[in-house]
């Protein structure tokens, strides 16, 4: 039987790139983004590839949405196998001229998304004794950013709950882990101040995809808790 995953923030860049390869390994895929156009054309990609994939068309901050959207899997497919947090908001920026909205905003999806989905899934994966959640994090989840300081914080905030989310769930042989790029050819990055100055020597959002397969791919006995990817050398 083919395995269920969840992707937020899968109309681009990381995201698309996760589902794509995981469609590609048989994978069925629950599309989520706030973007419909979007999702419909990495829905149609995966189906082209006889793939198998639905679409959810809402903000991840709400809670209502994410609990009625995870129902309506659990319904169909009666089990969800993986969770990638991916969906996040960075807004870079030097601290002094921020907003408190601007903080907000990136707390909200930073980490509000990610309490939503991983609590509406996490019974299920308990239930059944097996399950994967992987948030993707960042260096800047490990490292003082300059420019990123409200992204940071989030990032550094989403470490503290997967490192302890992972105690609390292993014996269920439910897997939390934290993927942590450095820079990555997205949208997410390029448009903002920390943008490097050759985006073909950095990462690509396949990159960070091959990483996530590799984690879910252990057996359910290993998991990997945390993994930092990197640039070779990115100047």
């Known amino acids: 039987m083919n395995k269920t995953a969840i992707v937020t923030g899968a109309s681009r860049g990381i995201g698309k790139s996760i589902a794509l390869k995981l469609a590609k390994e048989n994978y069925k895929i629950m599309l989520f983004g706030r973007d419909e156009k979007l999702l419909n054309e990495v829905k149609s990609e995966i189906n082209k590839e006889d793939g198998d994939a639905d679409v959810f068309v809402g903000d991840v901050t709400d809670e209502n949405f994410v609990k009625e959207s995870i ?10 196998d993986v969770l990638v947090n991916n969906a996040g ?3 870079a920026k030097k601290f002094i001229e921020t907003n408190l909205d601007e ?3 990136q707390v909200d999806t930073n980490l509000y998304g990610v309490y939503n989905f991983t609590k509406a ?4 994966m308990m239930a059944k004794r097996e399950g994967t959640i992987i948030n993707i994090s960042s260096i800047a989840g490990k490292n003082p950013v300059s420019g990123g300081t409200l992204y940071s914080s989030t990032k550094h905030a989403l470490m503290g709950f997967s490192k302890s989310l992972m105690l609390e769930v292993r014996e269920y042989n439910v897997r939390v882990a934290s993927v942590c790029p450095g820079s990555v050819d997205t949208e997410l990055l390029t448009n903002t101040i920390m943008a490097p100055a050759n985006s073909e020597k950095i990462l690509q959002p396949s990159d960070v995809a091959d990483v996530v397969f590799s984690i879910i791919n252990l057996p359910i006995r290993a998991m990997i808790s945390e993994v930092e990817i990197r640039p070779t050398n990115p100047r």
């Open 71 to 80: 129902g309506r899997v659990i319904e169909k497919h009666k089990q969800i």
């Open 89 to 91: 908001v960075m807004i």
């Open 121 to 124: 899934v996490l019974p299920s």
């Open 103 to 105: 903080f907000k905003l």
